[in-house]
């Protein structure tokens, strides 16, 4: 039996796959999408899954050049709308991304993601720990995520000094653990909230080589955005320049 949880994305679902679209949001292709696909290197003759795929971007672009994909989501209507998009290679099931080992045969396949979904899952421990059961030995799990130590939800933003005419990234809090309800699409329904949990970096690596991984690449993205006007623009393309909003990890199993 199929175990899943309730899940902030399944409201906002219908949203979320109109604003992302099928090959998802512009941060998504111009820096997640290609980076991910570059750590990963997938084979055509490899089987890969997508853990916490959405409405499926990720995985139709990953079907272009593997054999064959698999990917899940807790949000039924996210997965319908990955079936609908679906390639020949690809399938797409309902399942929670902390309880999905029991779907697939074990090592069964050559690498996994989870792009900018680890985030949004309470506890990390047994989606690494299913992760390593699936998986092959000497598989890559490419994992990427809102920078930890500087984009903490509710905790973090950025600042100006006038006296500098400098643009900061500040930040409140890092090395604990916390929950934070964020509005799943500001300026619309602000009612409807998506979960989600910072832990510091430690806390992913710990958990990775407790499950069976070695880290063998860490890489740290800056944003697409760009200040085209105005008096702080030079300033605020700086500080993106040099501030990372993402961070990647390629994790193999042992």
């Excluded at 100006?160 to 409140?172: A, I, M």
């Excluded at 009612?191 to 070695?214: I, W």
């Amino acid at each position: 039996m199929i175990r899943t949880r309730t899940t902030g994305w399944e409201p906002a679902a219908k949203w979320y796959g109109g604003y992302m679209g099928s090959e998802g949001g512009a941060f998504q292709r111009e820096i997640v999408f290609p980076g991910a696909m570059k750590l990963l290197d997938p084979q055509t003759d490899g089987t890969y899954l997508d853990i916490a795929c959405g409405q499926g971007a990720f995985a139709h672009l990953l079907a272009k050049k593997a054999g064959r994909v698999v990917g899940f989501d807790a949000s039924t209507s996210l997965v319908k709308q990955a079936k609908e998009r679906a390639q020949k290679n690809e399938m797409f099931l309902v399942g929670d991304a902390m309880h999905f080992a029991d779907l697939f045969e074990p090592a069964s396949f050559d690498g996994s993601v989870c792009l900018l979904a680890i985030q949004n899952i309470k506890i990390i421990e047994p989606v690494l720990h299913d992760a390593a059961l699936v998986l092959r030995r000497n598989s890559p799990l490419v994992i990427v995520m809102n920078h930890p130590c500087f984009r903490q939800p509710s905790q973090s933003g950025w600042g100006w000094d006038e006296q500098r005419k400098l643009q900061y990234r500040r930040v409140d809090r890092y090395l604990t653990s916390y929950h934070a309800p964020i509005l799943t699409h500001p300026g619309a329904d602000r009612t409807m909230k998506t979960d989600s949990f910072h832990r510091p970096l430690t806390e992913y690596v710990s958990a990775l080589t407790k499950n069976g991984f070695v880290i063998d690449a860490l890489e740290e993205w800056i944003s697409n955005k760009k200040s085209d006007s105005g008096p702080r623009a030079k300033a605020e393309n700086a500080a993106r320049e040099e501030i990372p909003m993402f961070l990647a990890l390629r994790a193999w199993k042992i």
